[in-house]
């Protein structure tokens, strides 16, 4: 499985939608190369690139809050 199907499975979930975090459709059409303005998206994304690089949890849970305490 290609990181860009790992992401589009996570978006698929209808909680993002209903949290309002994506619109109707926006997950399906999500690719790895696109420059969504989401920090939902970004999270993922990098919880997927850590996973597939073999990273640490403790080191993905530190470069996501790094982000999101730079983000919010």
């Known amino acids: 499985m290609t990181r860009e199907q790992i992401l589009r499975l ?3 979930d209808d909680k993002l939608i209903d949290e309002g975090y994506l619109r109707e459709g ?4 999500a690719a790895w190369s696109d420059h969504l303005n989401n920090k939902m998206v970004t999270v993922i994304k990098d919880a ?3 996973v597939v690089g073999g990273e640490s949890q403790a ?3 530190r470069k996501i809050n790094k982000y999101l305490d730079r983000n919010l």
């Open 10 to 12: 996570y978006l698929d």
């Open 59 to 61: 080191l993905m849970t």
């Open 26 to 29: 926006e997950g399906n059409q």
């Open 48 to 50: 997927i690139e850590g």
